[in-house]
């Protein structure tokens, strides 16, 4: 089952709080700018049905694991999103 990762990656809880939703692919599914940490899930997510639709139709089933203030997706996830990117700026030459 596939997990995808809600996480804040603003230091601390700000009044501009950037957070995203990635795939245990490394994909970047969605990200977002909210005023307070709280409404992560649901901006990104819960009051998202086009995003909940989406991404049932990528995945099948998946698990959403929203991550606690200065947590970010395992290492293994992050190097995958790394190495995404680095394919995308390839693509661009």
């Known amino acids: 089952m596939t997990k995808i990762y809600l996480f804040n990656n603003s230091r601390g809880d700000t009044d501009w709080n950037n957070v995203y939703a990635m795939a245990d692919t490394g994909e970047v599914l969605a990200s977002h700018v909210c005023s ?54 390839e693509k661009e030459k």
């Open 36 to 89: 307070n940490v709280g409404f992560m899930h649901g901006d990104l997510y819960g009051h998202r049905p086009e995003r909940q639709t989406a991404w049932k139709e990528k995945f099948g089933d998946f698990k959403i694991v929203e991550l606690e203030q200065g947590q970010v997706p395992p290492k293994k996830v992050l190097e995958k999103n790394r190495i995404l990117g680095e394919k995308e700026k």
